[in-house]
């Protein structure tokens, strides 16, 4: 593996099921995040992490959750998804402090029907 | 809060210069970045300014006034790979970023 990778690559979901976005990096970046980019509104942060055990609320949360429990793993759950979250979804790793490079994943594109 | 205002799109030849404006509103800003991402891709990063004046990295230089709220990515020599979205950030607090709507440039022969 060479930085972070993402799983399912594409879904499609029945509203109301639950699904989880994987994602694993190999870097050791302390901050981790999630994006959904949608057209016309570019990328908005869902939930970020800056280090293992700790998470934050990004600008557009509602729907979804994030858990850290180690420094490689982001996984982001859906637990009753609905068509709004219909997106492209894309999650990031940055070493923490003063550096602000964002590396992305490849990205999973999640259709809600 | 936090706004970022980027023009739609753009069409230019190859060799050309395009820039990019971005003009920006937000509370706790510690820098603006510029990421690229070609159709169907992941953004990668470009530059980042936090104080103000010119960055130059190759073919790109990135520019920020921050009395102005304002920055720019300049793209010279203008290549077909350059065919992209490209996205200014203003990097907040908790190292997060907030990405402006984008930019589509479209080189053409």
């Known amino acids: 593996i060479a930085g972070i990778t993402q799983a399912p690559t594409s879904q499609i979901l029945a509203a109301g099921r639950r699904m989880t976005l994987r994602c694993t990096q190999d870097?050791?970046?302390?901050?981790m995040y999630w994006y959904r980019q949608d057209l016309g509104l570019g990328l908005r942060l869902i939930h970020y992490s800056n280090t293992a055990g700790t998470t934050g609320k990004g600008e557009v949360p509602d729907g979804y959750s994030v858990s850290r429990a180690n420094t490689d793993d982001f996984p982001l759950t859906l637990a009753s998804a609905v068509p709004s979250q219909t997106s492209v979804y894309f999650c990031?790793?940055?070493?923490?402090?003063?550096?602000?490079?964002?590396?992305f994943g490849p990205g999973t594109r999640l259709t809600v029907l | 809060g936090q706004s970022l205002e980027q023009p739609s799109e753009v069409t230019a030849v190859e060799g050309a210069i395009v820039q990019i404006n971005c003009t920006y509103q937000t509370s706790g800003f510690y820098g603006l970045s510029w990421y690229q991402q070609h159709d169907g891709g992941a953004p990668t990063f470009l530059s980042y300014?936090?104080?103000?004046g010119l960055e130059e990295t190759g073919r790109f230089s990135s520019f920020l006034s921050r009395s102005d709220s304002y920055g720019y990515l300049l793209l010279q020599e203008l290549q077909m790979k350059d065919s992209a979205s490209y996205f200014c950030?203003?990097?907040?607090?908790?190292?997060?970023?907030?990405f402006g709507k984008g930019n589509q440039v479209v080189v053409i022969p």
């Open positions: 870097m050791r970046h302390n901050a």
């Open positions: 950030a203003v990097r907040r607090g908790n190292n997060r970023l907030a």
């Open positions: 300014n936090a104080l103000d």
């Open positions: 990031a790793s940055s070493e923490s402090g003063a550096t602000d490079t964002q590396y």
